[in-house]
């Protein structure tokens, strides 16, 4: 079965410590995986995805097909990251499936 | 550009009784998603609609149905509510070819249901 596993529900780091948003995932098929975030009062919304291989707002993420794991990285947390991060994986043409979420509070 | 809007943003029913949540998709988007969101959960694929038909569904009842209608806008029926309903309910539209979905969905802020 296809599944997204986002082991911690919550990280609290501080101001200018590194980040790593945890994300593993089950797929027999070729996976397309995603990063959403909702900010407070905010709507989800995109903050990546792997195939476009770039960098939003400092934060950048690598398919690892071998440990099936599509982690979330930024080297220095800032304030305004605190949001809840739901790692996501493209299930044939139309469905994709979350994960459970991780809050990241962000201290300064 | 016009974003999702939904409608309502909060409604309180009871068991048995059947709810309508809308959703207008934004502007140029001809694909709506449907999603369920439950307490301390990940959102769950409910249906996709595209050119007006049903073209994906997860693994809900068919008292879960809906509708999608030319201007793409759509709405979101559950008959026979159920206290397992109580959830946030998202609509998410997109651009897809053929009912592709790239999977960059934008999202409404939703709809929260309330079933006593």
């Known amino acids: 079965a296809q599944r997204v596993t986002q082991p911690e529900k919550l990280l609290s780091v501080f101001k200018g410590a590194p980040v790593e948003l945890k994300c593993n995932y089950s797929?027999?098929?070729?996976?397309?995986l995603f990063w959403y975030v909702q900010y407070s009062r905010q709507r989800l919304q995109l903050l990546l995805r792997?195939?476009s291989r770039e960098s939003i707002k400092g934060f950048t993420a690598d398919l690892n097909k071998g440990e099936t794991s599509f982690h979330l990285k930024k080297p220095f947390a800032q304030e305004e990251d605190s949001a809840m991060y739901y790692c996501?994986?493209?299930?044939?043409?139309?469905?994709?499936?979350f994960g459970t979420g991780t809050r990241l509070l962000v201290s300064p | 550009e016009t974003g999702v809007t939904q409608s309502p943003t909060h409604l309180i029913k009871t068991r048995g009784q059947q709810v309508t949540l809308r959703c207008s998709s934004q502007s140029g988007h001809n694909t709506v998603s449907w999603y369920q969101q439950a307490l301390g959960q990940g959102p769950q694929f409910i249906f996709q609609?595209?050119?007006?038909?049903?073209?994906g569904r997860g693994n809900f009842p068919p008292r879960f149905s809906g509708l999608q209608f030319p201007n793409y806008s759509s709405e979101l029926n559950v008959n026979a509510l159920e206290l397992d309903d109580s959830a946030l309910y998202l609509c998410a539209s997109s651009f897809g070819t053929s009912g592709v979905n790239t999977g960059e969905l934008f999202f409404g802020e939703g709809s929260r249901l309330t079933v006593l």
């Open positions: 609609y595209y050119r007006e038909e049903e073209n």
């Open positions: 792997h195939i």
């Open positions: 996501a994986l493209k299930r044939g043409f139309q469905k994709l499936v």
């Open positions: 797929y027999s098929g070729s996976p397309e």
